[in-house]
């Protein structure tokens, strides 16, 4: 079977599956979620194996680490699958909730229903738990799904994709509620993107290129996020201690992540007291700081000089943009010109900058005194995410179970006609 008959197949099972699963009932949807998550512990040791052939091929093609990092699975990525579908079985339903009732003059009564969006499409690079977070997410949500893995991590998703099946056989529900591409032809992409009647929505997790790329060519709805150039700006009347941690936590808890801090602003008034400390212990772990000529003149010549281009970058790598700012107004501007509109943070002790920080910054998530890595599905309650928005329309931020639905209107009568 060529690739557009295979993906025609696809398609068609998706559209039919879609029905089922909208009309399958919550306790349908947790058996299948629970059963998923123990066939994943139980197939853990399989799972690793089955990945350390993807790592293997990785390192050998020479993916860049910050990649290698996103694909690699432990025992404890393993658990961390598990856990995140059994939060999704937790959380509440959101298919069939109705709100903002009300009656019209006319006698009928008016409101809305959440409704799954239909076949969602996920196109991805590297991170094979994704894979089961998709799967849990548009299984609760009502909506089929379509889930188109990297190349690299095709061993490692097709292990993922057995105990998906698994688990929806165990609860009654068919195959074609997730379906995991069997093949790595970059022209399933193209036809994934391309097919309206089968299809509701893209959802492209990846690298910048691949998301302009499925802007480009889509002929179905994106839900997109193009990068995650995200900022901390660390105020003149900020806990300094607290700074230090966040500032830190931001940049060097995980390198290859979309909420990890890609520039670091600092207010000139407290640049020559933080500045030393964090950049000792930067460098410390190893990361490479390219600074503002003001950032040059307290650090010195061990600084990078930055160029325009790195106030734009999103590294994924232990490189750290600084800039040293006279005041809120330049740390604001900065942010949003430079930014990419994901997640952004500033550590103040004063109330008014904080809430004008939050008004302002026009950004998918904003955070007063808190590193943003805690941008994330899994922190924000969310039990996992299909990604994270930075578009302003239909969902924004991470993407949920309520960001994979939508509402219609409902009208309540009886036997109104209008005059």
């Not at 295979?6 to 949807?29: H, P």
């Not at 409101?111 to 609760?140: F, H, Q, W």
């Not at 509109?341 to 103040?348: E, K, Q, R, S």
């Amino acid at each position: 079977m060529n690739v557009q008959d295979y993906m025609l197949s696809v398609g068609q099972a998706a559209r039919a599956a879609s029905r089922a699963i909208a009309r399958a009932d919550t306790n349908q949807k947790n058996r299948a979620l629970h059963a998923i998550a123990d066939a994943l512990l139980r197939d853990s040791a399989k799972l690793i194996a089955a990945n350390a052939l993807d790592l293997a091929a990785a390192r050998q093609n020479g993916l860049e680490p910050a990649l290698v990092d996103r694909l690699a699975v432990s025992a404890a990525t393993v658990e961390s699958m598990a856990e995140g579908l059994r939060q999704i079985a937790a959380l509440p339903d959101p298919v069939g909730e109705m709100d903002d009732f009300t009656y019209r003059p006319s006698g009928i009564q008016l409101g809305k229903m959440r409704v799954p969006l239909g076949v969602v499409g996920i196109i991805y690079e590297s991170r094979p738990n994704v894979t089961a977070d998709a799967a849990g997410l548009c299984l609760k949500s009502g909506n089929a799904a379509i889930l188109r893995g990297g190349s690299e991590a095709f061993h490692s998703n097709q292990a993922i994709a057995a105990c998906v099946h698994e688990g929806l056989a165990a609860a009654g529900l068919p195959a074609g509620v997730v379906q995991i591409l069997e093949t790595t032809d970059r022209a399933a992409v193209t036809a994934l993107v391309t097919m309206p009647d089968y299809v509701d929505v893209i959802v492209p997790r990846g690298g910048k290129g691949l998301i302009e790329r499925i802007s480009r060519e889509a002929r179905v709805p994106v839900i997109k996020h193009l990068h995650g150039n995200c900022h901390v700006y660390i105020d003149e009347r900020a806990d300094l201690d607290k700074a230090f941690a966040i500032a830190l936590n931001a940049k060097t808890h995980r390198y290859g992540t979309c909420n990890t801090m890609e520039s670091l602003l600092v207010h000139q008034a407290v640049a020559g007291a933080i500045l030393p400390r964090l950049a000792e212990a930067y460098w410390d772990k190893g990361v490479e700081l390219r600074g503002c000529e003001r950032t040059r003149d307290i650090l010195g010549n061990k600084v990078v000089a930055a160029t325009a281009e790195d106030w734009e970058t999103e590294y994924l790598a232990p490189i750290l943009a600084v800039k040293v700012v006279d005041s809120l107004d330049e740390a604001i501007e900065h942010i949003n010109e430079h930014g990419s509109h994901h997640t952004d943070a500033i550590v103040t002790e004063d109330y008014s900058r904080s809430r004008r920080f939050l008004r302002e910054v026009d950004s998918a998530s904003v955070m007063v005194n808190a590193s943003t890595r805690f941008a994330d599905g899994f922190e924000y309650g969310l039990g996992a995410e299909i990604g994270i928005s930075t578009d302003k329309i239909h969902a924004r931020g991470p993407v949920g179970l309520e960001g994979l639905t939508s509402q219609k209107w409902v009208v309540l009568g009886d036997g109104q006609i209008r005059q």
